[in-house]
Structure formats: structure tokens, C-alpha cells
């Protein structure tokens, strides 16, 4: 039988001792994992790395991180193309995660499209029109 797991979703009141003390507790009751999602704006690898050198043996993962909606990930690929690196980047203002789950928004059917376009060429598929 597999241990449980533990989640620790956040959204407002964002207390760092709490989430610190929460993840020890897994650790010391035995819990498998303990995943904290990067939401609202809190940067979530400061925490983690506290938590990590606070616990024993538990494993730690965060939910989805995306590097390029950052102001240093957007700096980091304009450096790649000022350094003559192939770079794609497509920022899509005035989205939020999931956003294009809904499929009728012309933004979301633009993404669609300039995923599956970024796909293709990189995987170097023929283009399908």
C-alpha cells in the first residue's frame, strides 16, 4: 500500500510557517510527497528549498511553472536571440492558466494554433495548412 499524499494548494493569505510546519508534519507522519503550487504571484523555490532542508525524506514537487511568464524568463530569451540562438516565444497578454480550456475564445484558438505550429517545426513535420 502507498503512503498518502500531501497537498497544499494556496491562494490567499500566504503563510510561509504554516506551509513550513504542515510539510514537516507530512514528513514526520510518514506521507510520501508534498506538493505546493506556484499561484498568485508567490515565487514557490524558496519554499520548497526551506522545506527540503527542514524534513527528512519526503519528496517535494510543485504544479505547473512557467518560466517564460516571468520578467527574467522573457530577459533570458531575448539574450538567446541577441546571441544568434533560435528562439520561439509566444506571451499571450491577458491570459491565465487554463485559460485555453475555453476553446470558443479566439485567444485560445490563436494559442492552439501557434503551439501546434511551433510543434511542427520543430519536430520538423510538414506543415498541414
Known amino acids: 500500500m502507498s503512503s498518502p499524499v500531501a497537498v497544499l494548494p494556496f491562494w490567499k493569505d500566504y503563510d510561509r510557517k504554516l506551509y ?5 508534519l507530512a514528513d514526520e507522519l510518514g506521507y510520501d510527497s508534498f506538493w505546493i503550487p506556484e499561484a498568485w504571484g508567490y ?14 525524506r519526503i519528496k517535494l514537487g ?7 511568464s516571468r520578467s527574467e524568463g522573457l530577459h ?4 538567446l536571440l541577441q546571441a544568434g540562438v533560435s528562439v520561439e516565444l509566444h506571451a499571450y497578454p ?3 492558466h487554463g485559460s485555453s ?3 470558443d475564445a479566439a485567444i485560445s484558438r490563436r494559442q492552439w494554433t501557434d503551439t ?3 510543434l ?8 498541414t495548412g
Open 20 to 24: 513550513l510546519r504542515a510539510a514537516i
Open 43 to 56: 515565487e514557490v523555490f524558496s519554499l520548497l528549498t526551506e522545506i527540503a532542508l527542514n524534513t527528512r
Open 62 to 68: 510543485t504544479g505547473i511553472v512557467n518560466v517564460f
Open 76 to 79: 533570458y530569451a531575448q539574450r
Open 94 to 96: 491577458g491570459t491565465f
Open 101 to 103: 480550456l475555453i476553446t
Open 116 to 118: 501546434c505550429a511551433a
Open 120 to 127: 511542427t517545426r520543430a519536430l520538423g513535420l510538414p506543415a
